[in-house]
């Protein structure tokens, strides 16, 4: 890898630096639970390639069963904020909702969630899970560019700072755990990326470059 | 009536450049700082680095290569590879981490002294300066961006027609704080959506309420029935007692998350056969893929993108391919309020080009209040951040 620095873009040198540190430190002490649910986010990352979307996945768990599940609608809904996340979020609103939950006791449900999702969530969606006060979250691969669970900002820990006029923490914290089942999650991102993403901009260096290795 | 110099300033619009970060004075040398660094065998590049990404990450530091290749004379080339921070007076190699140290034993490695650029390049020319200590990357600012240096009259008064349009929606609610966004094409200047916030309920016909917006600085003054989930937007499952039973609420609709979801439903109902000719385009870019070489392959798309362009001329006819930009790439949006990071970041992934917002939001603002996500240098689209003043007269309403 290093001897290719030339050929490879250094996001994506730096993307797969952590990738590799990440699966090193925690592939091995994950419960088979914890895999058997990452592996089903997997499934909706490899939907989401099926469907040439940028290939990314989730379920939410409540109770050891899997309540919601969702994965990138970006190019279909050409909204680029529709994240595995926020479906799966999206369909859980509607559900209970629908339901006749109340705001208290659909907070009350998202405490006791348990996202999986391929990727570590950006930083949009790490604020849409602390606004929701979710529970825990379990990611594959780190998000090297947009990650909001220790990459790029860490709005997982919350914030420390108490409100001035109502002593109320600012958004929730939450557990985060990276780095399962990381390799699977990064091999869909490269076999996606390699094969070129027909709906990014026209890149700045050519394509060709990064598909070579 | 003939106003004094402060009732002016009170009244008059204004708008300020909400720039990445402090800017930094020229002409000043770039702080380093001092790292373990050594020449490696190529083949070992692979070995080291997984390791030493472990036991001596660069946290601090993503603008630092880890790795640097060295052009020797005879066309022969050196790769060199940080181990790990040094301290910056005592340069002995003893004071070097136990693991790092141990890896440099048992692989032989010669380690020495040098030093990298402690903060990201600013520019180019900071960049540039930079690589030659040891190599850094570079993310270019926003400078291009129209506004940045100045606006002009016409463009002023544009952008003040449209913030006033934004404070309007915003005050069209039913007296509650709320925030209200519009994204605008500003090459035509033609509104493409506009929202206000759903958070607690849409769809929902609005009261003939009294309403005023103040300044931030009056916000305690006011007496609040409901939590006003601009400034909390965590505090959104507090409101159940004063919330109609039958009404629809979302803690994440936002004003910004629901106008890029309407200006992406626009997008769809104007070109609603782009997604089949990508389509296409790419489904012969899949069956090619495995018989000819990347740079062929890539080749073949673009051929596809122009043809879908030429396509797209032709069945759109009133729509011409420029009106039809990759998400929201050269558009604007006006927020009364600055977005929360939630939103802030949505505005990166939609490619917005110009933020302008009226008030600050000292609790859960983003974009220079708790965060400063403009500066975040590692994002893959950089916007440019202002805010507008307002003169007092527009934000009392008359109802």
Known sequence: MASHEEDCSPDTLAFMELAIQQMASHEGDCSPDTLAFMELAIQQARLAMDSLEVPVGCVIVEDGKVIASGRNRTTETRNATRHAEMEAIDILLEHWQKNGLSKLEVAEKFSNCYLYVTCEPCIMCAASLSILGIKEVCYGCANDKFGGCGSILSLHLGSSEPLKSHGVPQGKGFKCTGGIMASEAVSLLRTFYEQGNPNAPKPHRPLAHQATH | ?399
């Open chain 2, 1 to 399: 009536m003939k106003k004094n110099d402060t009732d002016r300033d009170r009244d008059r619009w204004q708008i300020l450049y909400i720039p990445d970060k402090p800017p930094i004075p020229p002409n000043q040398q770039q702080p380093t700082v001092n790292v373990f660094a050594s020449i490696i065998d190529p083949k070992l590049a692979n070995t080291l680095i997984r390791r030493l990404n472990q036991i001596a990450p660069l946290e601090n530091f993503r603008h630092v290569k880890r790795i640097r290749k060295k052009q020797l004379e005879g066309g022969k080339t050196e790769l060199l590879v940080i181990l790990c921070l040094a301290s910056e007076n005592d340069n002995h190699l003893d004071t070097m981490q136990h693991d790092v140290r141990e890896l440099v034993n048992s692989y032989q490695l010669s380690a020495f002294i040098t030093k990298v650029c402690k903060f990201p390049a600013s520019s180019k020319e900071e960049w540039e300066e930079q690589c030659k200590l040891w190599p850094t990357s570079y993310h270019p600012p926003t400078y291009n961006i129209d506004g940045i240096t100045g606006f002009n009259e016409e463009d002023s008064q544009s952008v003040f027609s449209f913030m006033r349009f934004a404070v309007e929606l915003a005050k069209s609610g039913d007296g509650s704080v709320t925030n209200a966004a519009v994204i605008v094409d500003p090459s035509v200047k033609q509104v493409i959506a506009s929202a206000r916030d759903e958070i607690c309920s849409w769809n929902i016909p609005t009261n003939n309420q009294t309403s005023s917006f103040k300044q931030p600085d009056t916000w305690n003054s006011i007496n609040y029935v409901l939590v006003p989930l601009v400034l909390y937007p965590w505090r959104w499952s507090e409101q159940e007692l004063y919330m109609p039973k039958s009404s629809c609420w979302h803690p994440l609709r936002h004003a910004a998350i629901v106008v890029i979801e309407s200006s992406a439903a626009r997008d769809r109902q104007l070109f609603p056969d782009l997604g089949e000719n990508e389509h296409k385009s790419f489904e012969l870019d899949h069956v090619h893929s495995s018989t000819s070489s990347p740079a062929k392959r890539q080749k073949v798309n673009l051929e596809n993108v122009e043809d879908t362009e030429k396509l797209d001329t032709l069945t759109e006819g009133c729509h011409s391919v420029a009106a039809r930009p990759y998400l929201c790439t050269g558009y604007d949006i006006y927020l009364v309020w600055e977005p929360c990071i939630m939103c802030a970041m949505a505005l990166v992934h939609q490619r917005i080009r110009r933020i302008f917002y009226a008030f600050p939001n000292p609790n859960a603002g983003a974009l220079g209040s708790v965060h400063r996500l403009q500066g975040e240098k590692s994002l893959n689209h950089h916007y440019a951040v202002f805010r507008v003043l307002l003169p007092e007269e527009v934000l009392s309403v008359e109802l």
